[in-house]
């Protein structure tokens, strides 16, 4: 069931509005829905890296959080040079060594 919300707006802001409404050939409802799904699902993808980041999430748990596919989630982490494994240059020299 869809509910109502009511949001006051600066006119700066309502004219950039009227203009996606004229790119997008829709109206103003449709333009608010569409632009606020896609910043949420971009809040999803930005939190969801950052506790990928810190390791307080796995990768696929996040990718399953943001309603994407792992593969999409390592693009997305490599887009963002967003560190996920937790290897170190100190631990490569640490494999190196014990490579020799």
């Known amino acids: 069931m869809a509910t109502t ?4 707006l600066d006119k700066s802001v309502l004219k950039e509005l009227a203009e996606v409404e004229d790119r997008w050939q829709t109206d103003r409802s449709e ?3 569409r632009l606020l799904a896609s ?3 971009e809040f999803k993808i930005k939190t969801a ?4 980041a ?6 696929g748990k996040a990718a399953e ?3 994407v ?4 989630m390592l693009e997305l982490t490599k ?3 967003v560190d996920w494994t937790g290897y170190s240059g100190e631990d490569l020299e640490k494999d190196l060594k014990l490579l020799k």
């Open 49 to 52: 890296l950052e506790d990928v």
């Open 69 to 72: 596919s792992l593969w999409e």
């Open 54 to 59: 810190a390791h307080k999430k796995s990768i």
């Open 65 to 67: 959080k943001c309603g």
């Open 39 to 41: 910043s949420i699902h």
């Open 79 to 81: 887009e963002r040079n």
């Open 5 to 8: 919300i009511s949001v006051r």
């Open 31 to 33: 333009v608010v829905r």
